[in-house]
């Protein structure tokens, strides 16, 4: 009987360490994860990246996109409708990963614009033209003059505003912080500092959701 007794006493405080193992790891876990969101925030957030939606949101997407990228065209849409399903609640902010060859020029298009306040309608244009002047999935930024020419832009000044220190900056800081951030693949997204735990439209979703549900609580 006390054998049995020791046997019980034994395996109980098993249990309880495990649990208490279990629950210092957990911790740890919640740790790390917060000082990987403290140290992304600190390159995530930059005053000169193109921002959309209510500059006070509780949720913050930043996505690092390549115009010459499929899939950043692709998900482009379904992030908006994510941000009109939730008005205010959510902003966008656009950062430059020129991975495919050729794309530097157009991202300087692309940032350029911003001094006509075309961001928005030249990246929209570029990317649905993203078949006329991507070929094999080279950039040819000679190509893009024509889509471009369809908008309000005035495309001479475009082109001197292209070869700006300032313009040159914005992209190289961008480029900068996805090395940082270790981005070899576009898009790539964040939510409020957060890194996707896996790419896809359902994990940007869940963590959206999550992190809106966050704000909701915290009120």
């Avoid at 969101?37 to 005053?47: D, G, T």
């Avoid at 350029?112 to 928005?120: H, L, T, V």
Wanted: charged share 20%.
């Amino acid at each position: 009987m006390k054998q049995k007794n020791i046997f019980i006493a034994s395996a109980v405080l098993l249990l309880v360490v495990f649990g208490l193992a279990a629950v210092l790891y957990k911790n740890h876990q919640a740790d790390q994860a917060a000082q990987i969101v403290a140290q992304n925030r600190a390159v995530l957030e930059r005053a000169h990246a193109q921002t959309f939606g209510n500059p006070n949101a509780p949720v913050h997407i930043v996505e690092f996109f390549d115009p010459a990228c499929e899939t950043c065209r692709d998900f482009y849409p379904l992030v908006k409708k994510m941000m009109a399903a939730n008005p205010d609640k959510i902003k966008l902010s656009m950062r430059y990963a020129p991975l495919h060859k050729g794309s530097d020029q157009v991202v300087k298009a692309i940032e350029a614009s911003r001094k006509q306040g075309m961001f928005q309608q030249t990246l929209e244009t570029l990317f649905a033209s993203q078949g006329h002047w991507v070929v094999q999935h080279v950039s040819q930024p000679q190509l893009i003059w024509d889509p471009l020419s369809g908008l309000p832009l005035d495309l001479r000044q475009l082109q001197a505003d292209m070869e700006l220190p300032a313009v040159a900056q914005v992209i190289a800081q961008d480029v900068a912080d996805a090395k940082v951030l270790n981005i070899t693949m576009t898009p790539e997204f964040f939510v409020n500092g957060k890194p996707l735990p896996s790419f896809g439209y359902e994990p940007l979703k869940k963590l959206v959701d999550d992190a809106l549900l966050e704000s909701a609580q915290a009120k």
